[in-house]
Nanobody, 124 residues
Framework: QVRLVASGGGSAQAGGSLGLSCTAS????????MAWFRQAPGYERERVAH????????FHATSVQGRFTISQDNAKNTLYLQMNSLKPEDTAMYYC?????????????????WGQGTQVTVSS
């Protein structure tokens, strides 16, 4: 059974930084892409960023562009999200996800595997 274990959430002041990690029980190099999503209470789930596992090509949502950076270390089977210049509106549960199906579309929310969430809370 594939497991994605997210860690690194917590609390920060506005303007501060936090880093998230997601360790996979599968070889991340063999996935098509991996992603970070977030969902705040009363809001729809948002894909924050995704990365293509072999090329390293990344996408960041407009809401986080220039502040968040997704990266992946295939030697460690680990996905990262560095979050800088945090804002209160970044407060949410953050989830990592992986897609390994050949027909998988990394630009959607339909990822094959999901980790448990890790809470990020930003205070003003």
């Amino acid at each position: 059974q594939v497991r994605l274990v997210a860690s690194g959430g917590g609390s920060a002041q506005a303007g501060g930084s936090l880093g998230l990690s997601c360790t996979a029980s599968i070889g991340t190099y063999d996935t098509i892409c991996m992603a970070w999503f977030r969902q705040a209470p009363g809001y729809e789930r948002e894909r924050v960023a995704h990365i293509y596992s072999r090329s390293g090509t990344t996408f960041h949502a407009t809401s986080v562009q220039g502040r968040f950076t997704i990266s992946q270390d295939n030697a460690k089977n680990t996905l990262y999200l560095q979050m800088n210049s945090l804002k209160p509106e970044d407060t949410a549960m953050y989830y990592c996800a992986a897609e390994s199906r050949s027909f998988g579309d990394c630009d959607t929310d339909s990822y094959e595997y999901w980790g448990q969430g890790t809470q990020v809370t930003v205070s003003s």
